[in-house]
């Protein structure tokens, strides 16, 4: 058992609600102390996956194990797991105080020892000064590490985090993104982390799950997906902006049964490059500049260059793909060949 712990195993997981199918056969394994990230649009059935390994709502078919377990038959409250939800779910009545004491008084720890977790708690989540506002007297970003520290008192072999940082504004995002980081290094705990945002599924999980339409696409680390993705979906959903796919391959020169791929910082502004292009428009990003291209068939081309790419829109140019960065995906299934 003790080996066991900490490990999520989903084996065919499907749920519906009415006409909606959220998840069409999920298969996942989580590895003990493993940070893994869930990424997908949304209603790609992100949350469904939480809720039922929490307990929450029940499949129509498939299997949950926690620590080795079949959870069908768990409570939510018996289950070893603690979840965050993008809204927090603080109790609105309760101080933070409250909030934090509740959980360990339904599992009745003592008094004076329960007082002490939360004051740990607290302290390692810098929201000691916080313990008698009311949830309403709190920003969002104070109210995500009140839930944060409510989960980790749970003392659980697996969080469960709800898009948490995503009511955050940009700053805070980017500092909580790196608190989680150094929390999950210390506690090494077990993390599935939901997110819709590309960046922070790269920067923060080990590995990269990414899900579309009730079903996995592809897991791996975040690089690995990033380079080789497995189908046509996922190599436009990672990437910013995102891969440009040629249908039968045309300008990038392929045949007819493959779409061909190639991202925009794959794709050079060279003199003597094969591609001739018209550029449309350039967006200067400050430390990058995204040049927008057309070539005579209409194929659209994004290209990434340097801050000062020293083209206008009018301009004919040419590019040059690097060879060795094209992808190949099979023109019916999408999937990498
Ligand atoms: N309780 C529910 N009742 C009806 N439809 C639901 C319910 N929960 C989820 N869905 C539907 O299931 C799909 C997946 O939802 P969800 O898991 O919340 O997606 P995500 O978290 O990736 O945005 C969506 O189409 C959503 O509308
Ligand atoms: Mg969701």
Same mark, same amino acid.
């Given at each position: 058992?003790? *080996?066991?712990?900490?490990?999520?195993?989903?084996?065919?997981?499907?749920?519906?609600?009415?006409? /909606?199918?959220?998840?069409?056969?999920?298969?996942?394994?989580?590895?003990?102390?493993?940070?893994?990230?869930?990424?997908?649009?949304?209603?790609?059935?992100?949350?469904?996956?939480?809720?039922?390994?929490?307990?929450? *709502?029940?499949?129509?078919?498939?299997?949950?194990? +926690?620590?080795?377990?079949?959870?069908?038959?768990?409570?939510?409250?018996?289950?070893?797991?603690?979840?965050?939800?993008?809204?927090?779910?603080?109790?609105?009545?309760?101080? /933070?105080?409250?909030?934090?004491?509740?959980?360990?008084?339904?599992?009745?720890?003592?008094?004076?020892?329960?007082?002490?977790?939360?004051?740990?708690?607290?302290?390692?989540?810098?929201?000691?000064? &916080?313990?008698? #506002?009311?949830?309403?007297?709190?920003?969002?970003?104070?109210? $995500?590490?009140?839930?944060?520290?409510?989960?980790?008192?749970?003392?659980?072999?697996?969080?469960?985090? !709800?898009?948490?940082?995503?009511?955050?504004?940009?700053?805070?995002?980017?500092?909580?993104?790196?608190?989680?980081?150094?929390?999950?290094?210390?506690?090494?705990?077990?993390?599935?982390? +939901?997110?819709?945002?590309?960046?922070?599924?790269?920067? &923060?999980?080990?590995?990269?799950?990414?899900? @579309?339409?009730?079903?996995?696409?592809?897991?791996?680390?975040?690089?690995?997906?990033?380079? $080789?993705?497995? !189908?046509?979906?996922? @190599?436009?959903?990672?990437?910013?902006?995102?891969?440009?796919?040629?249908?039968?391959?045309?300008?990038?020169?392929?045949?007819?049964? /493959?779409?061909?791929?190639?991202?925009?910082? !794959?794709?050079?502004?060279?003199?003597?490059?094969?591609?001739?292009?018209? %550029?449309?428009? %350039?967006?200067?990003?400050?430390?990058?500049?995204? /040049?927008?291209?057309?070539?005579? !068939?209409?194929?659209?081309?994004?290209? #990434?260059?340097?801050?000062?790419?020293?083209?206008?829109?009018?301009?004919?140019? #040419?590019?040059?793909?690097?060879?060795?960065?094209?992808?190949?995906?099979?023109?019916?299934?999408?999937?990498?060949?």
């Amino acid at each position: 058992m003790t *080996d066991a712990r900490g490990v999520i195993r989903l084996e065919g997981l499907r749920r519906s609600y009415g006409r /909606v199918t959220a998840l069409d056969g999920v298969d996942l394994e989580v590895r003990p102390g493993e940070l893994i990230t869930l990424v997908g649009p949304s209603g790609s059935g992100k949350s469904t996956i939480l809720r039922l390994i929490a307990g929450l *709502d029940r499949p129509d078919g498939g299997r949950v194990y +926690v620590d080795g377990q079949d959870v069908a038959r768990v409570p939510p409250h018996r289950r070893a797991v603690a979840m965050v939800f993008q809204d927090y779910a603080l109790y609105p009545h309760l101080t /933070v105080r409250g909030n934090l004491l509740f959980g360990l008084q339904v599992r009745r720890v003592r008094r004076a020892e329960a007082e002490r977790r939360v004051r740990a708690a607290a302290e390692r989540l810098a929201i000691a000064d &916080l313990l008698d #506002r009311y949830p309403d007297q709190m920003s969002g970003g104070q109210r $995500q590490r009140v839930a944060l520290a409510r989960a980790l008192l749970r003392e659980p072999s697996v969080y469960l985090l !709800d898009e948490p940082l995503a009511s955050l504004d940009a700053p805070l995002r980017f500092a909580t993104r790196a608190d989680l980081l150094a929390l999950h290094r210390e506690l090494r705990t077990t993390t599935i982390h +939901v997110t819709h945002d590309q960046h922070e599924a790269m920067t &923060l999980g080990e590995r990269v799950v990414v899900l @579309a339409g009730g079903r996995v696409r592809q897991v791996g680390p975040p690089q690995q997906v990033y380079d $080789q993705p497995a !189908d046509t979906f996922v @190599a436009g959903f990672l990437g910013s902006p995102p891969m440009n796919l040629v249908p039968g391959g045309g300008v990038l020169g392929g045949k007819a049964d /493959v779409t061909l791929g190639v991202r925009p910082e !794959d794709l050079a502004l060279d003199a003597r490059g094969p591609l001739a292009v018209t %550029v449309e428009a %350039v967006e200067a990003l400050g430390s990058e500049a995204i /040049v927008l291209t057309r070539c005579a !068939d209409g194929t659209r081309l994004t290209v #990434r260059t340097g801050p000062r790419p020293g083209v206008a829109p009018g301009d004919e140019v #040419r590019l040059r793909p690097d060879p060795a960065r094209l992808h190949r995906f099979d023109a019916t299934t999408g999937l990498r060949r």
